[in-house]
Structures are given as C-alpha cells and as structure tokens.
C-alpha cells in the first residue's frame, strides 16, 4: 500500500522523496527514480540561472538542487551495491533514513 502512495506522489505528484524512498523499496524503482529527480534537478538549475543573487528564490533554488544531488548520489550507491540486501539496509541506515528510538 505504502509503494503505491509513494508511487502515485512520485508520478503524479513529481515527489522527489517519494522517488527516492521507492528506490529505496525496490531495485527495480532505481531508474524511474533517477528521471523523477533528474528532472527536478535539471528545472532547478534553469531557475537558478534566471533569478538573482540577492532573491530569496536563488538561496531556496540552491538548497533543492543540493538536496537534489543528494538523493542522486545515492541513488548511484545503490545502483552501484546492485541490490545487494546487506549493502540496502547499510545504505539505508548510513544515510540516515532508520528512526532512532528516543529513551
């Protein structure tokens, strides 16, 4: 249920976290997940090009394409860990993704 909601975000909705937690879920979602943020990361660098320093659009456009990169980069890690389940839940946990249980 949770990969068609993420699924439906992702597509429809042109959710790049929603994009990357589907790769995250299944292998298979890699590529699609890669054009999803690809995208947007490509539209971002457009719309920093055409605003100014001094907006407050620039330093917001700077931060996706940042967090952007982010999810691009590891996306690659788990393209490049081939599926492997140990190198999955390493990834996952390495990039921050699993809650920690507060005492």
């Not at 597509?11 to 929603?18: A, D, K, T």
């Not at 937690?21 to 590529?31: G, R």
Request: proline share 0%; net charge positive.
């Amino acid at each position: 249920m949770m990969q068609t909601v993420s699924f439906f975000r992702a597509s429809v909705l042109n959710s790049s976290y929603s994009a990357f937690k589907l790769a995250l879920a299944s292998h298979k979602n890699i590529d699609f997940a890669a054009r999803v943020i690809s995208a947007k990361n490509e539209s971002a660098h457009a719309r920093l090009v055409k605003s100014s320093c001094s907006n407050t659009d620039y330093r917001d456009t700077l931060l996706k394409i940042r967090k952007y990169d982010s999810y691009l980069n590891k996306i690659d890690y788990l393209e490049c860990a081939g599926g492997n389940s140990y190198c999955q839940a390493y990834s996952t946990s390495a990039m921050g993704l699993q809650f920690k249980s507060f005492k």
